[in-house]
C-alpha cells in the first residue's frame, strides 16, 4: 500500500469551473441567451465533477482543495436550483430571486473567494490569478445586480469572467500536461522554487 499513488484532482477540478465559467460567461457577454448547455454543464461538470475533485482533494489530505472544488461545485447546484426553482412545481409556489437577493449571493461568494484566495499565497502565480480574477467577477456580478446595470457593464463583466475561468483551463491543463511530460511544459510559476532560487 505504501507504493500506491493517487491521482492529482486538481486538474479535473480546475476544468470543470473553468470551461464552465467560460460558456456561463459567454452568456453574461451577450453572445447567446441563457440556454439547456449552460445549465447542463452547470450540473454534471461545473458541479458534480467540482465535488467529486473535491471528495479526491479530502482523500489526498488538501484541505484547501477539499474546500474549494466542493465549495464551487455546489455553488454551481445552487445557481441551477436559483434559475430552476421558480419554474418547478415540486417546491409550490416560490418566488423568483430579486436583484437585491442574487446581489447578496454575489457577494457573499466574492467575500468567501478573498478569503480563499489567501490560500494560495504559497502555491503558484497561476493559481493565484485564478482566485483573484474570481473574487473580482463576484464582486462585479454583485454590483451588476445593484445596479441593474448597463450593457456594456454586462459586456465587460463577461469578458472579465471568460479570462477568469480560461485561467483557469490554462492551469488544469498544464497540470495534466507537465505530469504527463514529467517536465514543465506549460508553466504555473510556483512560489517555492522562486523562493529555493533566491
Not at 81 to 94: R, W, Y
Not at 108 to 136: A, D, E, P
Request: with cysteine; proline share 4%; charged share 10%.
Amino acid at each position: 500500500m505504501s507504493n500506491y499513488k493517487l491521482a492529482n484532482p486538481a486538474p479535473l477540478g480546475l476544468l470543470a469551473f473553468g470551461l464552465t465559467t467560460v460558456l456561463l460567461n459567454l452568456h453574461n457577454s451577450g453572445m447567446y441567451p441563457l440556454n439547456s448547455m449552460i445549465l447542463a454543464m452547470g450540473i454534471a461538470y461545473g458541479g458534480l465533477a467540482q465535488i467529486i475533485a473535491g471528495i479526491m482533494e479530502y482523500r489526498r489530505g488538501n484541505t484547501f482543495g477539499t474546500v474549494a472544488f466542493t465549495s464551487y461545485g455546489l455553488f454551481w447546484w445552487s445557481l441551477i436550483l436559483l434559475i430552476l426553482i421558480p419554474n418547478m412545481s415540486t417546491f409550490g409556489v416560490v418566488t423568483p430571486t430579486d436583484n437585491i437577493a442574487m446581489a447578496a449571493y454575489f457577494l457573499m461568494w466574492g467575500i468567501f473567494t478573498c478569503g480563499m484566495t489567501l490560500g494560495t499565497l504559497k502555491t503558484n502565480r497561476n493559481l493565484q490569478f485564478v482566485f483573484i480574477s474570481l473574487t473580482i467577477l463576484f464582486f462585479m456580478l454583485a454590483i451588476g445586480e445593484i445596479y441593474d446595470s448597463s450593457k456594456w457593464f454586462n459586456i465587460i463583466t463577461g469578458i472579465e469572467g471568460i479570462i477568469c475561468g480560461l485561467s483557469a483551463v490554462y492551469l488544469g491543463l498544464a497540470e495534466v500536461i507537465n505530469e504527463a511530460n514529467k517536465k514543465t511544459i506549460l508553466p504555473i510559476c510556483p512560489i517555492q522554487e522562486e523562493k529555493t532560487a533566491q
